[in-house]
């Protein structure tokens, strides 16, 4: 029988900055750059009690509690955290499946004669969790994914919950339909509106009435009702690209407005590069208009790079003729993002003379990634990027402060879309 694990944070990004600001401990606080369209990242409970969630426009959080404390995100901050705590997993078994940064599943069934019962990992994982980093985390244990999901979201906060195998029908029967992976609120909706409002309902519905209503999801959907999810947990596959991006408060409408963007954003996507220890030779420039259209524009280096005025430079080369063509036309830039792709070990790439000045950028790069490491990400930046208005400028897409960093070939779920779970 197999053994289990889903290990997810409680209110990660918050109780990591909690450790450097106890002050606000048990106050109704949350994450998310200051800004006219961030949304909440993660929020104290103290906050959900008053209705504020994950995902939600931090104008929305503000009308539900005036007095709410913001934080900003510090995401390299988060990523330290959650390599830790990925390290942790994995001193207990080499299945690990990493679903974000601060979730995952582990299959402990080869592990048992090592470390004991999976409670006993479970309990131990819990416990230096909290003792090495100050953190709390909620454990489902089943023998299954769908079961231990579901379990260590019963557990929230800071709990651990085990379904046997032989209680797992009665354990899920009860909870509503919307605790179905793949069930939003239009499915929900459908399936209440058929009489099938907890899982049990859906369990026990014909699965030619699910395929009629929710085509081959529906029959998907049974099987998880009843409890069965064969899928193995698949450690990570190797990211086959990484990319950076950012949402904008006030639309650009200018050519030299995106080139400032696109150095910010290289800079940042370099950093992250070099942190890795990786390099890539594809580059791939999108630019999303206000009208929520997109263009995309790649092309190949002459060899990989980490380096941020390589990056830079090749995607402004990609943006600069399509921004100066269409910008007249449309109404503004409301997204940037690049992308590098064809990925290798940095140490892999070409061997850069001293006197290159690729070699020259990539040292004065290196040395600023140093102080931002030590004092912040906001401590230094370059000097193309400042201007008046700066930091009133971005607001939060996907990292709460209009940029975020994303690798591809993550393995992922249906209906996961906040960006911090409970």
């Not at 510090?74 to 299945?95: C, D, G, K, N």
């Not at 699910?210 to 081959?216: N, V």
């Not at 380096?307 to 269409?326: D, G, K, N, T, Y």
């Not at 971005?394 to 911090?420: F, I, K, V």
Request: glycine share 8%; aromatic share 6%; net charge neutral.
């Amino acid at each position: 029988m197999r053994q289990i694990l889903h290990v997810d944070m409680d209110a990660f990004f918050l109780s990591v900055e909690l450790l450097e600001r106890p002050d606000l401990t048990g106050r109704s606080c949350l994450v998310a750059f200051d800004g006219g369209r961030s949304v909440v990242l993660s929020a104290s409970y103290e906050a959900r009690a008053k209705g504020i969630r994950s995902a939600m426009p931090l104008a929305r959080a503000r009308a539900l509690d005036p007095g709410v404390v913001v934080v900003e995100p510090r995401h390299e901050l988060y990523r330290e955290y959650s390599a830790r705590v990925m390290e942790v997993f994995s001193s207990y078994t080499p299945l690990v499946e990493p679903i974000s940064v601060d979730e995952a599943f582990l299959d402990v069934t080869g592990s048992v004669r090592i470390f004991g019962s999976p409670l006993a990992i479970a309990r131990d994982i819990r416990r230096r969790i909290r003792e090495e980093m100050g953190l709390t985390a909620s454990v489902g244990v089943a023998s299954s994914k769908f079961v231990a999901k579901v379990a260590s979201t019963q557990s929230k906060p800071d709990g651990l919950f085990f379904v046997p195998e032989d209680r797992a029908d009665e354990f899920l029967r009860p909870l509503p339909v919307s605790a179905l992976w793949g069930v939003g609120e239009k499915t929900r909706s459908r399936l209440v509106g058929h009489g099938m409002e907890t899982i049990g309902d859906v369990a026990d519905a014909p699965p030619a009435l699910l395929r009629r209503l929710l085509g081959e999801n529906g029959a998907k959907l049974g099987e998880l009702a009843r409890g069965h999810d064969p899928r193995p947990v698949e450690p990570r596959r190797q990211e086959k690209s990484v990319s950076a991006d950012r949402t904008f408060a006030e639309d650009l409408t200018t050519v030299e407005e995106v080139r400032a963007e696109l150095l910010d954003i290289a800079h940042r996507l370099g950093a992250r590069l070099r942190r890795q220890g990786i390099s890539g030779q594809g580059v791939s420039v999108k630019i999303r208009w206000a009208d929520f259209t997109d263009v995309q524009r790649s092309r190949q280096l002459e060899h990989p790079t980490d380096a941020s005025s390589a990056l830079f430079e090749a995607a402004f080369r990609l943006a600069e003729p399509v921004a100066a063509e269409q910008l007249p036309a449309k109404s503004g830039i409301r997204l940037l993002s690049i992308r590098v792709d064809r990925l290798a070990r940095a140490d892999a790439g070409q061997q850069f003379d001293v006197f290159d000045v690729e070699e020259q950028a990539r040292s004065a790069e290196g040395a600023m990634d140093a102080v931002r490491d030590r004092f912040g990400e906001s401590s230094i930046r370059v000097a193309g990027v400042m201007r008046a208005g700066d930091d009133e400028r971005s607001s939060g897409s996907r990292d709460g402060r209009g940029r975020a960093e994303t690798g591809a070939g993550r393995a992922g779920y249906p209906g996961q879309t906040r960006p911090d779970r409970p």
